[in-house]
DNA sequence: CAGTCGATTCACT
DNA sequence: GTGAATCGACTGA
């Protein structure tokens, strides 16, 4: 039988640890994003970890800057980037203030709202792609810089927020080389997601782009 | 202040 | 598999 999901917030010690604990159990917890026009639930099935000034390949790597401010802020609160021209990622902060740790929230599997979320991911040809890549679940959430440090531990009505759900047993979370990450940053094998799931992205390596005309 | 490139996605071949 | 889209953050001079 199917356990139902806890529907109670995770408090905000389920963040304040190191990031390579938080990842692998953030797996198969729900984010509710709240909108006027109605609510949209995720079960995240995809993660990966960036540990703040010693990984070369977060952004905090290099110091606070405006972008990056709330990483280094408490934990349980959400940073949000825009990459590429034109997409928007989502973070949650791990460990103590100032230590500017993350997990990137890589995919899931929209449980509650999918109506809505195909509004927002015309180009998705079916439910599984609705969230499946970094920007496309930002995007199925409808989560821009607008909700940046936007603390996701409430109880409240408050626009984000991470529930309990349903912990993924170990035996079923895979690990491997984060995807898209440059150079140092992707010998570790800090990405996390749950095994055989179909709403997990696939892997890419890290691409230059060549240099234009 | 100009140059470079990105924790990506999509259309096309 | 390859290349374009698209712009803000960051870097170094």
New binding site residues.
């Given amino acids: 039988m199917i356990a139902t999901p806890d529907r109670t917030p995770l408090p905000r010690e389920f963040f304040d640890r190191p990031v390579l604990e938080v990842a692998p159990d953030l797996l198969g917890r729900l984010i509710v994003r709240s909108t006027p026009d109605g609510p949209i639930e995720l079960r995240l099935t995809e993660v990966?970890a960036?540990d703040g000034p010693n990984d070369p390949?977060?952004?905090?790597y290099?110091g606070r800057?405006?972008?990056?401010e709330v990483m280094f802020g408490p934990p349980g609160h959400v940073y949000v980037y825009?990459?590429?021209?034109?997409?928007f990622?989502m973070?949650l902060v791990c460990g103590p203030p100032g230590r500017a740790s993350?997990v990137?929230l890589r995919a899931g599997e929209i449980t509650d709202g999918a109506e809505l979320a195909r509004t927002r991911?015309l180009?998705?040809r079916n439910d599984k792609e609705l969230a499946k890549?970094?920007?496309?679940l930002a995007t199925a959430l409808g989560v821009d810089r607008s909700l940046d440090g936007t603390d996701a531990c409430t109880g409240g009505e408050t626009p984000l927020r991470a529930l309990t759900g349903t912990a993924v047993p170990s035996d079923q979370v895979r690990s491997g080389p984060r995807?898209?990450?440059?150079g140092d940053g992707a010998v570790h094998p800090w990405r996390f997601w749950i095994a055989n799931d179909p709403t997990v992205?696939p892997y890419?390596a890290h691409?230059?782009?060549?240099?234009r005309s």
């Fill in positions: 990966e960036y390949g977060s952004h905090a290099r800057t405006a972008r990056n825009f990459t590429y021209g034109m997409w990622c973070n993350g990137l991911r180009s998705a890549g970094p920007a496309r995807t898209g990450v440059a992205s890419r691409t230059p782009r060549r240099r």
